[in-house]
């Protein structure tokens, strides 16, 4: 089971830092992912980390801006989200999956889901 928390209501510019924990499980030799969703849009897809390795994986409007990281010990990944635009503003997601590197943004390959956390940028 996946816990996402960590969102909530920031000016433009300001930074949030969303958390997603494995609840009874591990992480390990998996890919866990963020993605997003706003009212009307399909779901896309922010930013992904592989357990093993680190390797990072960002959508291009949030280079620079988001960073992803994972604490093996609490078996939590994190996504810092930094100068905050209102375009961010979405439900976000973690999911966990065995994706390829050219599908890594693909949400058929994740096959955990957790309950989305809303994040709010005000302008």
Not at 14 to 31: K, Q
Not at 92 to 112: E, F, H, K, L, Q
């Amino acid at each position: 089971q996946l816990q996402a928390c960590g969102g909530g209501l920031v000016q433009a510019g300001g930074s949030l830092r969303l958390s997603c924990a494995a609840s009874g499980g591990t992480f390990a030799g998996y890919t866990v992912a963020w993605f997003r969703q706003s009212p009307g849009t399909e779901r896309e897809y922010v930013s992904s980390i592989r357990w093993s390795g680190g390797a990072t994986y960002y959508r291009d409007s949030v280079k620079g801006r988001f960073t992803i990281s994972r604490d093996s010990a609490k078996t939590t990944a994190y996504l810092q989200m930094n100068s905050l635009k209102p375009e961010d503003t979405a439900v976000y997601y973690c999911a966990v999956g065995r994706p390829i590197t050219s599908a890594v943004s693909n949400d058929n390959m994740y096959y955990y889901w957790g309950q989305g956390t809303l994040v709010t940028v005000s302008s």
